[in-house]
């Protein structure tokens, strides 16, 4: 008999007892807070070494490929089950794993993993130096700028970004300016100047050194004109 089918004639003869007394096996890994840390353990050692082969790699294009079609695969299912087990400990597996879904510009599975990790009160890696909001915000728009620089559009998640980094997270002023600055750009490019002037104006108050005001200039006289284009042509009213 080999030893796998031995195995599994003692587990069969012994019965559930032997599995509930917290014993450590891949089927019961986030059964509790013990078996938990145990798998955590192994799960972190392995990403290390991952880590270790993303660093070796020169090409942007070879690490994004690396995270995106093996990495990711990889981490992400253990990633689902913690989150289902109900546990709540620091856990750098599942942060990292929120980098490099932001990284390889995941940005729906990057955002919700992100609000998990916000509510159970993560923090980010320590190479990092920053929260999590910090990091979503510099790392969205720094995205949304290279986008419009291609001239992709970088929505929704720039628009679908702003209440957040300007309201709901305490940010340093100048990212939700950037936000502002970027929209009031896309807007005077499709001539809708009163929003323009409107996300010119917020990013200014945000951060004055932000270098909106040749636009805004640009931005409010092209409103003024069209506003008084609008007033000619309607007809006055009669009484």
Same mark, same amino acid.
């Given at each position: 008999m080999s030893l796998a089918l031995a195995h599994k004639r003692r587990v069969r003869e012994q019965g559930p007892a032997a599995t509930s007394a917290g014993a450590y096996t891949p089927g019961t890994a986030l059964a509790g807070p013990a078996n938990a840390q145990k798998h955590l353990a192994l799960m972190t050692t392995a990403m290390?070494?991952?880590?270790? +082969?993303?660093? /070796?790699?020169?090409?942007?294009?070879?690490r994004q490929r690396l995270k995106r079609e093996e990495l990711l695969p990889?981490?992400?299912?253990?990633?689902? +089950?913690?989150? /289902?087990?109900?546990?709540?400990?620091?856990?750098?597996v599942v942060m990292q794993v929120m980098v490099w879904l932001f990284d390889t510009e995941q940005f729906e599975q990057a955002l919700e993993l992100a609000d998990f990790a916000m509510e159970q009160g993560q923090a980010m890696p320590e190479r990092f130096r920053r929260d999590i909001p910090t990091f979503i915000g510099d790392t969205l728009i720094d995205w949304a700028e290279a986008e419009h620089k291609a001239k992709r559009s970088p929505e929704p998640y720039l628009t679908q970004l702003l209440p957040r980094v300007d309201g709901e997270w305490q940010l340093f002023e100048r990212i939700p300016a950037r936000y502002h600055k970027l929209l009031g750009i896309i807007a005077m490019e499709q001539s809708d100047w009163d929003q323009a002037v409107a996300h010119f104006t917020r990013a200014a108050e945000l951060y004055p050194e932000i270098g909106v005001k040749t636009r805004m200039d640009d931005a409010t006289k092209a409103l003024r004109k069209q506003l008084a284009e609008l007033e000619k042509a309607t007809p006055a009213a009669t009484e």
């Open positions: 290390a070494e991952d880590l270790g +082969r993303i660093s /070796d790699l020169n090409a942007m294009a070879d990889k981490y992400l299912d253990y990633v689902q +089950r913690y989150r /289902d087990s109900g546990l709540n400990h620091p856990n750098l």
